[in-house]
């Protein structure tokens, strides 16, 4: 009996090569035939960012990525445009003749994604992204606004938006925001979101779980307006592990770098696979 293709979503790899390799093993995943999809952060904090991010490049032609924080500080880091820090992994990323061939590819990757899969249900449409959105973002301005950023990322003068990325301010997402600290806005939605007001005034310091919620601030999908329409996938946010508690809203990273597992979800019928550490 020949299985028919099947689209999986992965959690945040970190550079987890050989834990990526068993769980697609674990699900027969073949390329050519399936889709993997990846909510972003593939490299830093794990061991193999090299050789995850050589990997995803050989089997391009069945991917989909998103990008994530660390994504975007590797290829800062590479451009000359932020230093390395204490906690990052990605010395032999750095070190490796082909870096500029991998940092380029990396860099014409978008922030979000959205499609439309035939699954069990029938027609479903998904949203992914690496961290999360601001309550007022539309699904097509969540589109439209992770566009602004990607072309910024992808033209002649991208090193000016790396240079410009880092920072927590603004705090709030507002339309007449312009420039550097636009980019840097959406940036910081779209890649690095946990927790936020009604408004979207955002908290950037806090990291860990729902139980650390300051008092007016609660998680982003609490807010956001766009599961209504599309299934939302992200990942980004290890703390919960993999727990929303709310529908058509899935969480995918699920720690494997900090010794929990990585998960795997297959969009045809929502099964999710894991491996622990």
């Known amino acids: ?37 990846c909510v972003g952060d593939l490299v ?10 050589k990997y995803l490049q050989d089997i391009d032609d069945s991917l989909q990525i998103v990008l994530g924080n660390h994504d975007l500080h590797f290829i800062a880091i590479h451009e000359g445009c932020a230093p390395a820090r204490t906690k990052d992994t990605l010395a032999k990323l750095l070190d490796a003749k082909d ?19 035939d699954t069990e249900n029938g027609h479903e449409d998904f949203l992914m992204i690496h961290a999360g959105v601001a309550p007022s973002w539309s699904l097509q301005k969540t589109l439209d606004l992770a566009a602004e950023v990607e072309l910024a990322l992808q033209g002649k003068d991208y090193r000016k938006y790396l240079k410009n990325m880092y920072g927590d301010e603004p705090i709030r997402w507002h339309d007449k925001l312009n420039g550097k600290e636009r980019l840097r806005t959406i940036t910081n939605y779209l ?36 599961s209504s329409k599309a299934t939302i996938l992200f990942g980004h946010w290890a703390a919960l592990e993999g727990r929303t508690d709310k529908q058509r809203v899935y969480a995918l990273d699920t720690g494997y770098v900090w010794g929990r597992e990585l998960t795997l979800m297959r969009l045809e019928d929502h099964c999710l696979y894991t491996i622990a550490k």
Request: glycine share 6%.
């Open 1 to 37: 009996m020949v299985r028919v293709m099947s689209t999986y979503v992965v959690g945040d790899i970190q550079g987890c090569y050989k834990a990526l390799k068993k769980l697609l093993e674990k699900v027969s995943f073949t390329p050519g035939r399936d889709k993997l999809w």
């Open 44 to 53: 830093n904090r794990g061991p193999s960012s090299l050789e995850t991010l």
């Open 99 to 117: 870096c500029d061939e991998l940092s380029n590819w990396l860099r014409n990757k978008p922030l979000a994604h959205f499609d439309c899969i």
């Open 191 to 226: 890649t690095r979101i946990r927790f936020c007001d009604d408004i979207g005034s955002l908290r950037l310091d806090i990291k860990e779980g729902l139980c650390a919620a300051p008092s007016g601030f609660k998680p982003w999908f609490e807010y956001e307006n766009i």
